[in-house]
């Protein structure tokens, strides 16, 4: 069965500062990759999107991922942390086989952003 | 584009009442349709999903149900709250046959009391 982690449950970071949230999945198939932000009392908004095309994918507000098939990984990153970040991030899987119609989620991490 | 409903956005009942929450979707057909419950301080539970109109799978045993009447309509019912189904609930949509995807809803932030 396949699994996502996400390390660090919460991450804080100074503004101005790179954010790094870690993000490692378990399956025997290349998923489909997703990460999502939430912010207080609202959705999921998707974030980004890894669909097998280009390993570095890049999303809204300046954050990017890279998919790395070698260690199972799928960080989200942004060069430079901003107040309006502070938010919790999900990492969620989809399996590329199968129904797929099912996103296994990390437990999210939650992002600080001190001035 | 498409756009997800979801209502209302805050909710409190007394235990033992009855839950009608609705989700809605618009500038799509045949969408998956799923039900999560956030507890507070935890991840995303998956309670319900559905690929078609009455087609209802069900991830975890609790006393919630959920319907799916119309082909854009996805509904979390109960005939008696607990204390224990306080959370935030969450609806999403994924484009049929599309690997897993899913757009949300704003959420419904129930407090059982």
């Known amino acids: 069965a396949q699994s996502v982690t996400q390390l660090g449950s919460h991450v804080s970071v100074s503004e101005g500062a790179l954010v790094l949230l870690r993000c490692n999945y378990s399956?025997?198939?290349?998923?489909?990759l997703f990460w999502y932000v939430q912010y207080p009392n609202q959705g999921l908004q998707l974030l980004l999107k890894?669909?097998?095309?280009?390993?570095l994918v890049k999303g809204i507000n300046g954050f990017e991922a890279e998919f790395k098939k070698s260690e199972t990984s799928f960080h989200l990153t942004k060069p430079s942390a901003h107040m309006s970040d502070a938010a919790e991030y999900f990492c969620a899987a989809a399996l590329s086989s199968g129904s797929a119609r099912q996103l296994t989620f990390g437990s999210g991490t939650q992002l600080t952003v001190l001035p | 584009s498409q756009t997800i409903h979801q209502w209302p956005a805050t909710l409190v009942q007394p235990v033992g009442s009855p839950l009608s929450l609705e989700c809605t979707v618009e500038?799509?057909?045949?969408?998956?349709l799923y039900w999560y419950r956030q507890a507070a301080g935890r991840g995303l539970q998956l309670l319900f999903y559905?690929?078609?109109?009455?087609?209802i799978s069900s991830e975890v045993p609790q006393n919630l149900s959920a319907s799916r009447p119309q082909d854009r309509q996805f509904i979390l019912s109960s005939k008696k709250l607990l204390l224990s189904d306080s959370g935030f609930y969450l609806c999403a949509w994924g484009p049929g046959g599309a690997r897993g995807i899913q757009y949300f809803g704003a959420g419904t932030r129930l407090s059982v009391l």
């Open positions: 399956s025997s198939v290349p998923p489909y």
């Open positions: 559905s690929v078609g109109i009455g087609q």
């Open positions: 500038g799509t057909s045949n969408p998956n």
């Open positions: 890894y669909t097998s095309a280009a390993t």
